[in-house]
């Protein structure tokens, strides 16, 4: 069974700092890897998807890196603001399996 | 007007009724998920759908039901509901096309379920 863990399970930083949020998963035979948000109460919005052939995707100020050999995924958020404070959640795409989450908090 | 819906958004029920939860999509994925997520468990897989004819358990399918009407509506149903399968619960799309963004899952924005 696939199992996917993000630690921490919470994290509070201040503004403007650059931050890395972890992803780790047991089965090297992952195909994809996905990184979500979710605000309280709300769905959850992709941010990134990695397809198992990348090493890594951007979009703005976030980066997300695959690293399959040793099982792990980050998720880099740069010069972080206030509206970055959510649930983070990874989605190992084999087994549509999720982790736990971060609940990141940034301090004005 | 939001790709995938689901209808409805809360709802309060009691032990032994049957529940049907709906999800409608617009953005003419073939594939479609069901979720529960439970303080301190995260979110479980329920049932997926790949197409039409195809139906496939997920992790927790004890105690719920899937139909598949057209590729646009999947609905989950709870037979006897029962007081743990009090959580929230989320539809989600994906398109296996080809491509950086392929199988990108999009959720609803969740219907919350309460049994009593």
């Known amino acids: 069974k696939q199992e996917v863990t993000q630690i921490p399970a919470a994290l509070s930083v201040p503004e403007g700092e650059n931050l890395v949020l972890n992803c780790s998963f047991t089965d090297s035979a992952i195909y994809n890897l996905q990184w979500f948000r979710q605000d309280p109460g709300k769905g959850l919005t992709s941010l990134l998807l990695?397809?198992?052939?990348?090493r890594e995707q951007t979009s703005g100020r976030l980066n997300a890196s695959l690293d399959k050999s040793s099982g792990r995924s980050t998720l880099y958020i740069a010069a972080s603001q206030p509206g970055d404070s959510a649930t983070y959640l990874c989605?190992?795409?084999?087994?549509?399996?999720f982790g736990q989450g971060t609940r990141l908090t940034i301090n004005p | 007007d939001a790709d995938v819906t689901q209808t409805p958004r809360n709802r309060i029920t009691k032990t032994g009724k049957r529940i049907m939860l709906e999800c409608s999509q617009t953005k003419g994925h073939d594939r479609m998920y069901w979720y529960r997520q439970d303080p301190g468990l995260g979110l479980r897989l329920i049932y997926y759908?790949?197409?039409?004819?195809?139906?496939n358990k997920g992790e927790i399918s004890d105690g719920y039901s899937v139909s598949r009407q057209a590729q646009a509506k999947f609905s989950l149903s709870l037979e006897s509901a029962i007081p743990n399968q009090t959580a929230l619960y989320f539809c989600a799309t994906s398109d296996p096309a080809p491509g950086l963004a392929a199988d990108t899952q999009y959720f609803g924005p969740g219907t919350r379920l309460t049994v009593l």
């Open positions: 990695i397809q198992s052939s990348q």
């Open positions: 989605q190992g795409a084999q087994k549509l399996v």
């Open positions: 759908s790949f197409d039409v004819k195809d139906i």
